[in-house]
């Protein structure tokens, strides 16, 4: 398993090997096309990043041979400047175009008859409408992203290397009173500053960042965005967060911590999360099945009283995005494998004392897991 | 029509006057259910402003009574904590869930038969297999959501001053040399401070700034962001861009701004650029076609010899989003009416020239239109 960092853009022959390996599961499903909308996966084939909006991009990729990219005209230069690999483009003019002329015009057109065709459990309706032929629901693609290239995984050490670095500076500048907007400001500085040393011309649509801290008032909500004035405090647990795609790779760590002291209603909570974190760290490997990860977290975090406390599955796949399939999650029956990566970040949860829970990203390697962002996480260390 | 700005969050009375003229269209249309997946349109019935990720948020309305909101359990305090109006909250405990537990369950049970169920154009695959009874494709949120409410024309108006104070002090600090880097942080700095000074809750979740411009050689390409290290230059063209939804509103001003000197190739796109403008505020009133408005510009740039330079329509919506049908575009076949709020951005593009495009946002009032957006726009005043 390639473990140098990387962070020139793939080859062609890395979006290639893609390719082939998508027609040749398409094969094995009897599928004359697939047709993909999710932009992550259109940018997992193209290296083009693009956001929905009523001007699709939509890509069709045939048995055998290039595959077809449906494009607004107005995006051409943008297309031609970022997409690796053999393409056709096919354009429609604006939306909505005059009759005949609209992206689902060109669509149908291209596919023909379309034969038995792959599309997405994401794929709208309009589109499903545009697509003559038998639709069959697969998700392809989300499934070969699941196991990393060696390409991706040097990325993805890349991205593993900023982000601990942009949550070493947030713990080294945590003070009271330091304020969301300052700890924002600071970390996607230093983030923006890595992206751009390694690669001067990375692309801002594949890039986006969720720098931010709460206090103990709110981190037992986790998704809390209510209070853009918040401000660290004396005491805690505060929980910081790191969760970025960086030029097209994604990275998570978050730190649990304290400023002064740490309060004797959050000594347990820590501990316990702590040996939660352990347990996963232990459990991943080759072979075992996700669900039963989730499972002997719960248990264990059950045993300790804590029934009550969870809010979340212990960790979420990490690839092109920051937060992907598949899960470390009770519901999830799929089994890990060597190439995977994964955030691991048990965690729970009590209003009126706060949030607990660290993360960081691994990768499954063939004998356990490593991790791809790192940095201390003990009480000690984390009582600032 | 009221034309006070407004920057409160909406009362419960607008939001559930917003139900109500759902529910009457749904009867008219014989629908006894309406799916809601899109975030935009979620937003405008519940004032919950969230992203598209694996846990789904759908809003299930029926044919009379309170919504149905089905929500992933982490999220619950979040909802709460913004939403507004009535609704009954039926959550999920995570996705994946162990079976029978999943969004999809909730969905199904939620819904029953189902019998003759509304479903947007851009409802996912695996939200369309989850409901039972017959899916009638069908987009009644986003037709309500064109004709803005006297409330909305409030924010829209107060959207429209932020982001025209924005440009012109992108304007009155436009030298050459100054980076990409320094003008965005420039100017959602001064938007955000705007935003809090008027509501220190605002929802950072309904918030999206783009707050750009090119110098000459990318201003021909105006989606080109291969250069994050664009810099301003003696002369232009230049094409300054703020697009930006401000705590769930929207307002877009653009322009195009020489610095020092005007090139002689300049001078004649520039004209007739600003002939197609005035054109657009002429013809834009209650009754007209929009797509007349487009092929009227269209044919005057064709007729001053611009027909390759083209490459977008005349305009598009704003509302709770800044960039939304319906469009000024020769395939949008809808009439005006009052109430409705558009771009006004013709644009011409040259290669080794640069690009030629201003944009207000205007509102269309039962006489004609009026400037949500404001500033000089001349030559003479855009040579800075």
């Not at 949550?167 to 009173?177: E, K, Q, R, S, V």
């Not at 330091?178 to 649509?205: F, H, K, W």
């Not at 998570?252 to 400023?259: G, K």
């Not at 002997?296 to 599955?313: E, W």
Request: net charge negative; with cysteine; charged share 20%.
């Amino acid at each position: 398993m390639e473990m140098t960092p990387i962070h020139h853009p793939p080859h062609p022959e890395e979006i290639s090997g893609r390719l082939s390996r998508l027609q040749a599961e398409m094969a094995a499903q009897g599928l004359d096309w697939y047709v993909s909308f999710q932009p992550d996966n259109v940018y997992y084939l193209t290296n083009f990043a693009n956001f929905v909006h009523e001007r699709p991009f939509v890509l069709l990729v045939p048995a055998s041979g290039m595959p077809v990219f449906v494009v607004p005209k107005l995006e051409i230069p943008h297309v031609e400047s970022r997409a690796i690999g053999a393409l056709t483009l096919l354009d429609y003019v604006e939306f909505p175009a005059p009759e005949g002329g609209n992206w689902f015009d060109k669509l149908a057109e291209a596919l023909g008859d379309g034969g038995r065709v792959g599309v997405e459990s994401v794929c709208q309706m309009q589109i499903l409408e545009a697509i003559r032929g038998e639709r069959v629901r697969t998700d392809i693609i989300d499934d070969l992203r699941m196991v990393k290239t060696p390409y991706e995984i040097g990325r993805m050490l890349r991205a593993g290397q900023i982000a601990s670095a942009a949550m070493a500076d947030m713990l080294a500048t945590a003070t009271p009173g330091r304020s969301l907007g300052e700890v924002t400001a600071a970390a996607n500085r230093l983030i923006y500053a890595a992206m751009v040393a390694d690669n001067p011309s990375i692309n801002p649509q594949a890039t986006k960042l969720t720098s931010v801290f709460h206090p103990a008032q709110y981190s037992h909500d986790p998704h809390n965005f209510g209070d853009l004035d918040m401000r660290m405090q004396h005491g805690g647990p505060h929980v910081g967060i790191i969760n970025a795609v960086m030029d097209g790779y994604g990275a998570e760590i978050e730190r649990t911590f304290f400023l002064g002291e740490v309060p004797d209603a959050a000594r347990k909570p820590y501990e316990v999360m702590m040996q939660a974190r352990h347990l996963v760290f232990e459990l991943v490997k080759p072979g075992v099945v996700m669900s039963e990860v989730d499972a002997r977290v719960n248990a264990l975090f059950r045993a300790a009283g804590y029934g009550q406390n969870l809010l979340h599955r212990a960790g979420h796949g990490m690839g092109v995005t920051a937060h992907e399939a598949p899960f470390l999650a009770e519901g999830d029956g799929r089994v890990l494998a060597a190439g995977m990566c994964f955030t691991v970040e048990p965690g729970i949860y009590f209003p009126g004392i706060g949030g607990f829970r660290h993360s960081d990203t691994i990768l499954v390697t063939e004998t356990g897991n490593l991790r791809l962002t790192d940095g201390p996480d003990s009480l000690e260390d984390m009582t600032l």
